[in-house]
């Protein structure tokens, strides 16, 4: 008789299955705050105050006037998969609410302390309940007024694999904030109110219009930048705002997209809005966009992600083309940018260059040995062709080296034709010139000398409550790199100096930038790990740009800095700086491979 055959597969307890839901769920405090909103707002709240302790380690409290919940349906709540926005599965592909999959507040409970306080509509007594780990439910009568307070203390208290994977309280409030301002961005009939520590952080109160609600965020100037998108094809529906070409920075701070009032990430209509761009955009400049689209449900499927940041469209193309045309149409509308149109789809925010290079003497430039550029002088206005800035000769030192520098030349104000010792190279004169203050900046920096230039008008800028509270937490690295910044109100700052090497420099797109990508890089225990970013993007918005007319003296010098730099083929970002051809690959294409010098026919 054989042994009984033991099975190797097995059903998970509950405790381990839901923290294997809240692990798609509940990523980080802000993806708690996102799903505890979803439900008020479904609950048809008209205020939702957000309550935060330690960046939302240690508290999380939202509390809204919503319909609430009876007794029962708070006991069912926490149950897995309970939920009030379906009843059969049909269902699922015509959804018009936020929060459907049924999984958040037991995935949310199953990892931290949690109590949940109701009220609802027309009765006087309400539930409370409270679970530690989402195991021992205890309910009780609870007065109070109507509507629904969710608590989740200590998150991820059972679970220090996923603490210890939290960044610092600034970065995840950080986080929380733009969660909140992504809420009230696209529901501005709701009131919404955000505290940290009991501090009032933000505060939206209800406005009429969509429109009211941007100026509201984004300061009245807003209008005056951006401007209306609409646009109607087949099952959906285009409204938003988008930036003026005038107004384009290299900063991508706000790229919004709603979907049926859900924020999303989706490539589609991102890549068909930077197409409705590309013919107008200055290169190196990002579009800036509030892009709202009401779409049948049943043309779109919201069920492809646990965090529901993804759709999937039925029409993708159909909706490019309209988003695409939309664009475009905005542009052609605005009578402002006729007299920018320099032909065809071409967009320039520079003046025009005159088309005879200016002669030498016209250009404060020093001489070949001393390797700088310089400002002109006696001038408070720097010509186009003044953006090469003196730094301070302490700040920076070279290896001297037997270099024979010859400029030849530029080719589409972008590259430059030079012969450096014995071989000919074809340099971008951005990423070279990126690639030289980057080593500059960072010699400067490891030497502790990174010499200041206090702005002779500080420069304010006002920022959004999530960019602040980023900014706050970097401004003492900042400053380490001659970036001084103090705060100046709840969301306002003042740059007060920069790094002399960066010359004239548009200080608020260089913060905008540097917030852009302080936003994605991670913590580490390394400060020079932290400082290399940093310089990498002073350096790029500094750097002399695409497009500009360039002299032989400043070629020249350019080129005599970058060689000194050791020949360097890469910019901080890793962009191609150079190609090189020596004299032995050209004798080869000029069928010379057999003569050691080149001789004249």
Not at 425 to 451: C, G, M, P
Request: aromatic share 8%; hydrophobic share 40%.
């Amino acid at each position: 008789m054989l042994p009984p055959v033991t099975g190797i597969i097995h059903v998970l307890p509950d405790d381990v299955s839901c923290r294997i839901a809240a692990g798609e769920v509940v990523e980080r405090p802000a993806s708690v705050v996102k799903e505890l909103i979803d439900n008020s707002l479904d609950a048809g709240s008209s205020f939702i105050t957000i309550e935060i302790e330690e960046g939302g380690r240690r508290l999380i409290r939202v509390t809204d006037n919503g319909i609430g919940m009876s007794r029962l349906d708070a006991q069912l709540a926490y149950q897995r998969f309970a939920t009030s926005k379906l009843q059969a599965e049909e269902d699922l592909f015509k959804l018009t609410t936020l929060g459907f999959r049924g999984e958040a507040l037991p995935s949310i409970a199953s990892v931290s302390r949690f109590a949940l306080k109701t009220v609802s509509t027309g009765s006087s007594v309400g539930t409370e309940t409270h679970s530690e780990g989402g195991t021992d439910w205890n309910t009780k009568d609870y007065a109070g007024p109507h509507g629904t307070q969710v608590e989740v203390g200590d998150l991820f208290f059972n679970t220090p694999g996923r603490l210890k994977f939290l960044k610092t309280v600034s970065t995840e409030f950080s986080k929380i904030s733009y969660t909140v301002q992504q809420a009230a961005t696209i529901n501005p009939q709701i009131h919404f109110r955000l505290l940290h520590h009991a501090n009032k952080i933000l505060d939206y109160p209800a406005v009429a219009t969509f429109q009211d609600r941007l100026v509201q965020m984004y300061g009245p100037t807003f209008l005056e930048r951006f401007l209306p998108i609409t646009q109607k094809a087949g099952p959906f529906q285009l409204t938003g705002f988008t930036v003026s070409p005038h107004h384009a920075r290299t900063s991508r701070t706000p790229q919004e997209i709603f979907v049926n009032g859900r924020p999303i990430k989706n490539t589609t209509i991102s890549h068909a809005i930077y197409e409705g761009y590309k013919s107008f955009l200055p290169k190196g400049k990002h579009p800036q966009f509030i892009a709202c689209l009401q779409l049948d449900p049943t043309a779109l499927d919201i069920n492809v992600h646990p965090t529901k940041r993804e759709v999937r469209f039925s029409h993708p193309e159909m909706l490019h083309s309209g988003i695409f045309h939309a664009i475009k149409e905005a542009f052609i509308a605005t009578s402002s940018l006729s007299t920018d149109l320099q032909g065809p789809g071409e967009f320039s925010s520079q003046p025009p260059i005159p088309e005879a290079r200016p002669s030498v003497q016209s250009l404060a430039v020093t001489p070949l040995a001393s390797q700088t550029f310089l400002p002109n002088k006696g001038n408070t206005k720097p010509t186009h062709l003044s953006l090469f800035v003196q730094e301070p000769p302490e700040a920076y030192t070279v290896q001297k080296l037997d270099l024979q520098v010859v400029p030849l030349g530029q080719i589409q104000q972008t590259y430059l034709l030079g012969h450096i010792n014995q071989d000919l190279y074809i340099i971008d004169q951005h990423t070279a010139h990126e690639r030289v203050l980057f080593e500059r900046l960072n010699q400067s920096w490891k030497e502790k000398n990174v010499a200041q230039q206090g702005l002779l008008i500080p420069e304010p800028i006002d920022l959004l409550p999530h960019q602040g509270t980023l900014l706050n937490e970097w401004l003492p690295v900042l400053s380490q790199v001659g970036l001084e910044i103090e705060q100046f109100g709840s969301t306002s700052y003042v740059v007060r100096s920069v790094p002399a090497m960066l010359g004239t420099v548009a200080v608020g797109a260089l913060v905008l930038e540097l917030l852009d990508e302080l936003s994605e890089w991670k913590s580490t225990d390394s400060l020079e790990r932290l400082i290399q970013p940093i310089l990498a993007t002073m350096a790029c918005q500094s750097a002399v740009q695409a497009g500009r007319t360039m002299a032989l003296p400043e070629i020249s010098t350019l080129l005599l800095d970058w060689a000194r730099e050791g020949y360097p083929m890469t910019c901080p970002h890793g962009r191609r700086v150079a190609i090189r051809h020596s004299v032995e690959e050209l004798n080869t294409l000029f069928a010379r491979a057999s003569e050691k010098q080149p001789t004249a026919s």
